[in-house]
């Protein structure tokens, strides 16, 4: 059963994400509202996939996905991050940092289904 | 006249032996003639066995041909019935993720009484499901009939123009109740002149109680879908019952806060 952490601030996003999440067979969500409640679900939880925001309050997405990628025991876990930033820049700065893949605000379910669904191998 | 006799039956026998030799000719050639038919005959025989095959192959052939034929058209109506399936999964998803926008939206607006988690909310909508850069809320004030801006996005809450009821786009849509969206998208609002690209009237049945002033888009939203519509369309009523509702709760919160001090106040007279 794939594991798939979200780290969104916005609930109304969580809850969606969290919504079409749930449509990948047996998939399991594990909700964080910001950076560092993502790293302590991370320490406590098996994760097979991030979805993480850039804009957060306490530690953003891109602060996340670094500290994320230069650790041992987390550094292969791919990380999409989810944002309102459609700047090729911020874009190219994600994937820079370690991030694996990067979809802009707002999101097609379809189109992160599918997202989340080749990095999981489903 | 012994050697006459003996002369004379050679003869005879001679005679009888050149008949019986040609009676042999002559069977020979009627046994030649009856082998020839005989081989005729048999030919024939194969002939005719031949073609019957022929005939059961080639009827053989053409029940296939038209097998295959039906085997086609069947295949062609199911590749289209297959394609008729695939366009209806794509329609049923479409309206599967419209579904859950709305009823996360619809869900995130009622779950709280604070005017501000709703005014967070309405705003957490706007930029996540509907992709807006800049933008406003505001709301009727009943007594001065301004419609002032009380929640923004990308833009300071001073920079925002007050307006009147009937007085330009924010203040007609206030006014009719109809929302506004400008003909071309691409063109985006201006905020300075208090015109915005889209504005969605916020109803209660009939009743306006304010606008959602939407000025540009995300860079990456190229214009709006019918998800978009149905969440304007959301928005309209339900935004509004959520800001009205939440007023209502505060308002009454406070009115209880008073009665209560002031009924403290009444229990601690007689003391004195």
Known sequence: ?122 | MEKELTTKKVDEFLEIFKKGEEFTKDLLKENEKLRYRIAEMEDSLQGSAGEEKVRVFEERIKKLEDEVVAVKERYKRVEEENKDFAAKYIEVEEINNALANLYVASYQLHSTLDFDEVLRIIKEIVINLIGAEIFAVLLIDEKTNDIVPVSTEGVTLEAIPKARIGEGIVGSVAKEGESYFAADLREGGDVEKGMPMVCIALKIKEHVIGVIAIYSLLMQKEGFNNVDYELFNLLAGHAATAIFSAKLYTQSERKLTTIQSFLELLKEKPKK
């Open chain 1, 1 to 122: 059963m794939p594991s798939i952490l979200v780290v969104e601030d916005s609930p109304t996003m969580r809850q969606l994400i969290t919504f079409a999440m749930k449509r990948i067979s047996g998939a399991k969500v594990i909700e964080a509202t910001d950076g560092v409640d993502a790293l302590k679900k991370l320490s406590s939880e098996r994760v097979d996939l991030i979805l993480a925001d850039i804009n957060m309050p306490v530690m953003d997405g891109l602060k996340l996905v670094s500290l994320v990628k230069n650790n041992q025991s987390y550094k292969d876990i791919p990380v999409i991050i989810i944002t309102t930033e459609g700047a090729r820049e911020d874009k190219e700065k994600a994937l820079a940092i370690g991030a694996n893949a990067y979809l802009p605000k707002p999101i097609q379910t379809q189109e992160l289904i599918k997202l989340v669904s080749t990095f999981l191998g489903s």
